[in-house]
T-cell receptor, first 113, second 113 residues
Framework: QQQVKQSPQSLIVQKGGISIINCAYE??????FPWYQQFPGKGPALLIA?????SEKKEGRFTISFNKSAKQFSLHIMDSQPGDSATYFC????????????FGSGTRLLVRP | DTEVTQTPKHLVMGMTNKKSLKCEQH?????MYWYKQKAKKPPELMFV???????INESVPSRFSPECPNSSLLNLHLHALQPEDSALYLC????????????FGEGSRLTVL
């Protein structure tokens, strides 16, 4: 079944802390795993993405960890800042579909000053 | 220019009205998308155009009619909508061949009375 399960639904972190959002999938035919960040009143924007042949990808304070055998991937935000407060969506693309992303349900992150 | 521009930003319409949402991009992308997003939910794919041809229709009701006049423009014609169609409608674009990175507009917030 084409589904990506995301947790937690909401997350509150103190400034400077680490935010961790997890996603899990069942379909092994996914070949691309992006994370999108959405601020209120804006469209989603690509934050970082990974392919299944890589176990970790880091861009600045944002890191994706990918566990192919467990079919899980997670987003870590180091030194979280109030400006990181947004909704985060993980997603996955099937090998058989060039254009369709399966989105997770989203995580609302609040970083307290 | 890495923008996807959507107009109008807000639209209120009655159930008997006919209106259109417009989307424009000048990034040379040959794939364009319409997504629907309800509050606190992930974007749901509606339509995908690739090289100005409809590539994906996610079983969307015929009261939504997409149109891609050229490689830079995407329209969504609305007719006889229902109150449950009230949502944020997002346009996105990407390189042809898949959403390696989806560039989203800010959306058109539609209210159907």
């Amino acid at each position: 079944q084409q589904q990506v399960k995301q947790s937690p639904q909401s997350l509150i972190v103190q400034k400077g802390g680490i935010s961790i959002i997890n996603c899990a999938y069942e379909n092994t035919a996914f070949d691309y795993f992006p994370w999108y960040q959405q601020f209120p009143g804006k469209g989603p924007a690509l934050l970082i993405a990974i392919r299944p042949d890589v176990s970790e990808k880091k861009e600045g304070r944002f890191t994706i960890s990918f566990n192919k055998s467990a079919k899980q991937f997670s987003l870590h935000i180091m030194d979280s800042q109030p400006g990181d407060s947004a909704t985060y969506f993980c997603a996955a693309k099937g090998m058989d579909s060039s254009y369709k992303l399966i989105f997770g349900s989203g995580t609302r992150l609040l970083v307290r000053p | 220019d890495t923008e996807v521009t959507q107009t109008p930003k807000h639209l209120v319409m009655g159930m008997t009205n006919k209106k259109s949402l417009k989307c424009e991009q000048h990034m040379g992308h040959r794939a364009m998308y319409w997504y629907k997003q309800k509050a606190k939910k992930p974007p749901e794919l509606m339509f995908v155009y690739s090289y100005e041809k409809l590539s994906i229709n996610e079983s969307v009701p015929s009261r939504f009619s997409p149109e891609c006049p050229n490689s830079s423009l995407l329209n969504l014609h609305l007719h006889a909508l229902q109150p449950e169609d009230s949502a944020l409608y997002l346009c996105a674009s990407s390189l042809a061949g898949g959403p390696g990175e989806l560039f989203f507009g800010e959306g058109s917030r539609l209210t159907v009375l």
